[in-house]
């Protein structure tokens, strides 16, 4: 199972808008599966940010959104604060029954 | 709170078994799947294997499916990872992570919501 596409990195300025990519296939992504998000501080261990591709768990702040189109889902943080620079992961599981990562994506609040 | 702890990461030859733990509290651990995810030093995640609720069904990556074995023992609130045939390219950390949705019928997870702090595992000669 190959890894889904997401950028290495993106970067914006505080208040700003970015959205970060993950393209994968229609056996994953793009499949009636369960699509997500995580994001990961340094040293940290990874922190659940959205689900269902465009759902936030109790408890993350409402400038975090998903959404999808055909086999990319894509996260959106608006209005950037310093706290957002992170690494970044979508998922998704597989028709296999198995789940996969993006490669990660590095936001650097600039 | 839910907290998950790992357990057992250590320096091993290639060709050596490890065998990972992680203690859950703070949930009805018999209700929820469980994973395994890792993550190579500098690298993103990987996820390695699942076990459903009732541990009748488990699923493994690719990469080490054959030599790792995911189980659980819901009397003892303990997820497991049976690390046999290391590389070194397994060299990672560890994490246990807890799955969303309980009692899941048709899939043997779905998200996982809640991470432990992992634990270092590293193969090498």
């Known amino acids: 199972q190959s890894a889904l596409t997401q950028p290495a990195s993106v970067s914006g300025s505080p208040g700003q808008s970015i959205t970060i990519s993950c393209t994968g296939t229609?056996?994953?992504?793009?499949?009636?599966?369960?699509v997500s998000w995580y994001q990961q501080h340094p040293g940290k261990a990874p922190q659940f940010l959205i689900y269902?591709?465009?759902k936030r768990p109790s408890g993350v702040s409402n400038r975090f959104s998903g959404s999808r189109s055909g086999n990319t889902a894509s996260l959106t943080i608006s209005g950037l604060q310093a706290e957002d620079e992170a690494d970044y992961y979508c998922?998704?599981?597989?028709?296999?029954?198995?789940?996969?990562f993006g490669g990660g994506t590095k936001l650097t609040v600039l | 709170e839910v907290k998950l702890v790992e357990s057992g990461g250590v320096e091993v030859q290639p060709g050596g078994s490890l065998r990972l733990s992680c203690a859950a509290s703070?949930?009805?651990?018999?209700?929820?799947?469980l994973h395994w995810v890792r993550q190579a030093p500098g690298k993103g995640l990987e996820w390695v294997s699942v076990?459903?609720?009732?541990?009748?069904?488990?699923y493994y990556a690719d990469s080490v499916r054959g030599r790792f074995t995911i189980s659980r023992d819901n009397s003892k609130n303990s997820l497991f990872l049976q690390m046999n045939s290391l590389r070194t390219e397994d060299t990672a950390l560890y994490y246990c992570?807890?799955?969303?949705?309980?009692?899941?019928?048709?899939?043997?997870?779905?998200?996982?919501?809640?991470w432990g702090k992992g634990t270092p595992v590293t193969v090498s000669s």
């Open positions: 992570a807890k799955d969303l949705i309980p009692f899941l019928q048709y899939d043997p997870g779905s998200y996982m919501d809640v």
């Open positions: 269902d591709v465009s």
């Open positions: 076990i459903s609720w009732d541990g009748g069904t488990t």
């Open positions: 229609s056996s994953d992504v793009g499949g009636d599966n369960y």
């Open positions: 703070g949930f009805t651990f018999d209700d929820y799947s």
């Open positions: 998922s998704s599981y597989t028709s296999a029954s198995t789940w996969v």
